[in-house]
Each structure stands twice: as structure tokens, then as C-alpha cells.
């Protein structure tokens, strides 16, 4: 028989430690890559397969995630329902979604050529190939417009929740 130890709760330090490194980590990526495709760091326009603006928005993505990992780690539940917080993370939220659903509906309607690749694997063989534009733009477009109602939904039953919260 094995005698068990006792296991030690760890600081609360330990815990915001690792929130702030996730957060800023998030938080880094997306700005360098807003500050990409906004060119304060040079980049030669030929490493863009998008427009700027639709990089932008993935980058916003990461950054706004980052930030709300922050909030999420600093505040408590409680103080995150408070209508100032309550709001700001609805604001947040809204945001990243509608970053997210812009980059997918971007990809599957948006003008010009695109270029999608497949990749099948079954056990240690790998196959890769040029996909379909017709399909890829299809399925970039649809889940597009299903993070788009989502976004939709979302919203408007977190709007009415927190406008019933303060009434």
C-alpha cells in the first residue's frame, strides 16, 4: 500500500499568472497581425492572398480574444454581471463574432479567384490536392452564413437579457 500525499492548493498568484500570459499571448498575435495588414510593419503586398481589411479582422479576432481572456480571469462572476462589465463583455463578444463570421463570408463570397487544397489520409499515406473552388467557397460561404445568424441570435438574446437586467 502506497501512502497518498496531501496535494496543496496552488497560490492565486499561479492562476493570474497563467491568465495574463494567455491573454497577452492572444492579445500579441492578433495586434502584429493587424499592424500587418494595416502596414505599420512593411510586408510586401504579394503575401496577401486577401484584402487587408479582411486580415484586419482575423487579427481582431485574436486580439479581442485575448482581451476577454483578461476580463475573464480578473473579474469574478459576479462582478462580471455588473451592467458595466455586463455590457462591455456583450460589446466584446459581438465584435469577435462578427470578425470571425466576416473573414468566413469573405472567403466564400467575396470577388476574385480562390485557390483551396485537400488533403486525405488514411493510416501513414497522405494524399494532397487542389479542392474545388466551387465547393471550398461553398463551404467557407455557408459556414459564413451560419456564424452570421449566429451572431445574429446571440445577440439580440444577450441585448434583451441585459436590457431586461437594467430596467
Do not use: H
Not at 472567403?107 to 486525405?120: A, C, D, K, L, N
Request: net charge neutral.
Amino acid at each position: 500500500m502506497s501512502e497518498s500525499k496531501e496535494v496543496k492548493p496552488l497560490p492565486p498568484w499561479v492562476g493570474g499568472c497563467i491568465v495574463l500570459i494567455m491573454s497577452l499571448s492572444f492579445f500579441g498575435m492578433g495586434l502584429f497581425i493587424m499592424l500587418i495588414s494595416f502596414d505599420v510593419i512593411p510586408t510586401p503586398p504579394e503575401n496577401f492572398n486577401a484584402p487587408r481589411i479582411v486580415v484586419a479582422a482575423a487579427g481582431l479576432v485574436f486580439a479581442l480574444a485575448g482581451l476577454m481572456i483578461f476580463l475573464g480571469g480578473s473579474f469574478s462572476e459576479e462582478e462580471m454581471n455588473k451592467p458595466f462589465l455586463a455590457w462591455v463583455w456583450f460589446l466584446l463578444r459581438l465584435a469577435v463574432m462578427v470578425a470571425f463570421s466576416s473573414v468566413f463570408l469573405w472567403v466564400g463570397f467575396g470577388p476574385g479567384e480562390r485557390e483551396f487544397q485537400t488533403t486525405s489520409s488514411f493510416g501513414g499515406i497522405t494524399s494532397t490536392g487542389e479542392g474545388s473552388s466551387f465547393l471550398g467557397r461553398f463551404l467557407f460561404g455557408g459556414a459564413g452564413a451560419l456564424f452570421g445568424l449566429v451572431t445574429l441570435w446571440v445577440s439580440y438574446a444577450s441585448f434583451r437579457k441585459l436590457i431586461q437586467k437594467s430596467l
